[in-house]
């Protein structure tokens, strides 16, 4: 299962860390730098986002979200995966050519795996 591709990906968490939920310890990136990011690395090239929506901050949560997610889906190089199995979507972010990091703790695992492997990973300042 451990096949390189060579896709850009990226994981963004949303949902209950939009809300500051009191157990989320960290933000998602901010929508203005990661559009800034794309824009500007990678204007001609396809990114995958993977994110999972964690709803358990109440209708509000979702709602931000949601808004999150739509402006993501107005960059014309970005294809949204807001579903399905985290265990192959964790294979396909550590095999990629090039993962752009995320905040919380599995993109943490990510960046961690894709670093023994010597994989590239880029960081948004």
Same mark, same amino acid.
């Not at 190089?77 to 192959?88: F, I, K, P």
């Given at each position: 299962?451990?096949? &390189? ?35 500007? &690395?990678? &204007? ?5 986002? #993977? ?16 808004? #999150? ?24 972010m550590i095999n990629s050519k090039i993962h752009i990091a ?13 670093? &023994? ?5 880029? #960081?948004?300042?």
């Open positions: 299962m451990l096949k &390189k591709n060579n896709n850009i990906t990226m994981h963004i968490r949303l949902g209950d860390v939009l809300c500051n939920n009191k157990w989320a310890h960290k933000q998602p990136l901010s929508l203005d730098k990661i559009i800034t990011f794309i824009k500007t &690395k990678f &204007k001609n090239e396809q990114i995958h986002i #993977y994110t999972f929506l964690h709803f358990g901050g109440g209708p509000n949560c979702r709602k931000k979200s949601l808004e #999150y997610i739509n402006e993501l889906k107005k960059l014309r190089n970005a294809s949204l995966h807001t579903a399905g199995n985290a265990d192959e979507n964790f294979l396909e995320g905040t919380g703790g599995y993109s943490d695992l990510i960046n961690m795996t894709r670093k &023994k492997m010597n994989l590239e990973t880029l #960081y948004i300042p």
